[in-house]
């Protein structure tokens, strides 16, 4: 692929759960290094879009592609086939996802849970591992905890921690699915400003959250999804303050 091609791209994307159509014929491109910030009302289809996006969810129609990459199938004929898990496995080394709940392993200190994976895959030694993973807690903040184990820290420290698990494998891409909601509001902050230092460092990111300030002032694009569907997008100063539809209006009247 060129150089030119989207860190990610999202054609046609449909999924059902039963009867009901979560995700309506989805077309999404993210350029590289940019950060593109989804919002829009519960059940919309913002978390299964995500998951889509590194294979989580499996799509019923449509197709993602990450770096030019198709993922978690390729083509047989017309047809769209299921890669094993294993290539799986090794297209999600490329693509962070940062989850609302930390879920770090409690029995592992800091330090071990951000290096665990590069060790894990066989992609760095246990030393190259454990001064990336330094590396990246001081970059989050947190040096100083490489030692302590998750329990011992706070839920915007834990999601810090999380963050820097998720860099651990210099994917291109990472995928934030309201990394701050389970959070104690004088938490939020710490949490948001480790990501905005991720975002100035040209990693392409992808986040759903409900913080509009945020979105406002980070994002390059932001996404208003309803009903499975992009309703709406355009940069924040478009989409936030000047929506130009009345779903979006009427979504943002509530949230701001
Ligand atoms: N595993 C599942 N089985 C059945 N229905 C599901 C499943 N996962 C999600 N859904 C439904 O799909 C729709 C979209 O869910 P999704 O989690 O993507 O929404 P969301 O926009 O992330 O909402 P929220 O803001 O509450 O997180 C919802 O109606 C949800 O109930
Ligand atoms: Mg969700």
Redesign the pocket.
């Known amino acids: 692929m060129s150089t030119l091609a989207a860190a990610v791209e999202v054609r046609g994307a449909s999924?059902w759960?039963?009867a009901?159509k979560?995700?309506d014929e989805v077309d999404l491109t993210v350029c590289p290094g940019h950060v593109t910030v989804?919002i829009?009302?519960?059940?919309?289809?913002?978390?299964?879009?995500?998951?889509a996006i590194n294979h989580l969810?499996k799509l019923d129609a449509g197709r993602v592609t990450v770096n030019g990459v198709l993922i978690g199938v390729r083509e047989h004929g017309t047809r769209l086939k299921e890669l094993s898990e294993r290539a799986i496995l090794a297209q999600r080394a490329e693509i962070g996802f940062v989850f609302?709940a930390f879920n770090l392993f409690p029995h592992l200190t800091v330090l071990e849970n951000v290096a665990a994976a590069p060790v894990a895959t066989g992609r760095a030694t246990k030393t190259e591992a454990r001064e990336r993973a330094l590396e990246l807690l001081a970059q989050v903040g947190l040096a100083e905890k490489a030692e302590a184990y998750p329990g011992q820290l706070s839920g915007g420290q834990q999601q810090r921690v999380a963050i820097a698990r998720a860099l651990a494998l210099r994917p291109g891409v990472v995928l934030f699915?309201?990394p701050t909601?389970a959070l104690d509001p004088e938490l939020v902050g710490e949490v948001l400003a480790a990501i905005r230092a991720l975002a100035g460092g040209g990693t392409t990111l992808v986040i759903?959250t409900?913080e509009i300030g945020f979105a406002r002032e980070a994002a390059d694009r932001v996404v208003f999804?309803d009903a499975?569907r992009i309703v709406e997008e355009g940069p924040p100063g478009e989409v936030l303050d000047r929506p130009r539809h009345p779903r979006t209006r009427e979504f943002l009247s509530k949230v701001l």
Request: hydrophobic share 30%; no cysteine; proline share 4%.
């Open positions: 999924k759960f039963g009901h979560v995700l989804i829009g009302p519960s059940g919309a289809g913002k978390s299964t879009l995500l998951r969810e609302q699915d309201e909601s759903v409900h999804m499975g």
